[in-house]
């Protein structure tokens, strides 16, 4: 540290990403003034328990708030978008045409924001992303809602899937693909999760694209690519989310599929990037993608601010290299993803079996394991995610198999 206080900083985003990065340049007594910049009007809160406990709920706003960070040399600016950025002048531009200056560098961390389909705007139509979309949500199945439809087989639709049918309400669940999870887990693990809904009692359509929502000034039906429309009163779209990088154009940054960063995180000199807005190279996998997930939005928030004190001489230069993990609650059952399953080429049920629902399937891309994939085997999964975190080859992950399934059951019995 040389003592001199840094000029001021922008964290934009006040959410998971926003947040660590800001707790982590507060830990330098070198870090000036910062100005947090939140489109959202409240203070930073975590959104797993969105579709979850809120949804459910068992749980109020206030439960779902991130610890609060009290220091004067923040400067909390809820409510308020950033709506431009020039790259060279580390400037920034609000809705009311104010610019701001932040010769000390910039975090950006706006993460993602969900897709939508023509008909989005009707009454009885939901996204779930903010906390205002969760309450609006759940207000509407307060009102017990006839027949539930969720647009997207994916980890949000299954979780909302699984609260609407714990409220007793009618859910059905439109999937694209062949099988709901099938591109990104295989068709087995896909099927497997998808059961645990039937079973429920959700009816599951695979293959069901949607096309379109119906309705006057409130949603009535939807239509799917096949020409078929199923009445409805209440539609939740699970499509997935595109970066929120919109407010970047023309800001002479690279914004493709999302905010380009390098391996370290600089998107250019002085900005970094963090959390679901941010690609980079990820060497531990070879991939050069963006990660939607709660976990990494911590360790890339860290990292982001860490590197921009690295463009102040404050701390070294470091390569982001991580094994994404990602969890999902879905009824009593514990679902978890170490590593990536992008482009696998074979998946193995290597633990437990896919009718009892509790199972760890692993993946297979070349000669590598790359990913692993548990229902119900918390324990075993730790184990891989430890294996994982160096490479290591196929023919080694299956010498481990016996081991890890020995050590993970004693644990879990224990
Ligand atoms: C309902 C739900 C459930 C989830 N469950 C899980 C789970 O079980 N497990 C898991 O691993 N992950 C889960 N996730 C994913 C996880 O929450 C995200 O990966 C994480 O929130 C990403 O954090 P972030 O800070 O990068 O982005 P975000 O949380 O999206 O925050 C970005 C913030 O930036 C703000 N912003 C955007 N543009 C601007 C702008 N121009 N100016 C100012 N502010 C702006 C946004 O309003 C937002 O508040 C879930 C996500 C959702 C929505």
Redesign the pocket.
Known sequence: MNGSTLPAIAI???????QTALQTLLESDDVGPVTV????RHRPYD??P??KEFLRGAWDADRCALAAVFDPRVDWQTGV??TGLDSHSLTVRLADGRTRDFAGGIVI????RPRTIPGADLDGVHV??TLDDAAALRTQLQTDPVHVVVAGGGF?GAEVAAACIERGTRVTVLEAQEAPFGQVLGHEVGEAIMATHRAHGVEVRAGAAVSALHGTSRVESIEIADGTTLSTDLVVLGLGVIP?TG?LAGSGLELDGGLECDSTLLAAPRIVA????ARWPNHRFGEFRRV????N?IRQGRHAAQRLLAEHGRSAIEDFVTVPW???DQYDNKLQVVGSTFDFDEVMIAHGSTAEARFVALYRRGDYLTAAFGMNHVKIITRYRRLLSNPVTWAEAMTEIEHIGRVGERAASR
């Open positions: 934009i985003g006040a959410s998971l990403a926003g910049f939140g489109a959202e959104r797993p969105l579709s978008a950033v961390a706006t993460g993602a779930l992303r949000i929120a407010w963090a959390g679901d807005v939607e997930h709660w976990d939005a990602v969890w999902s």
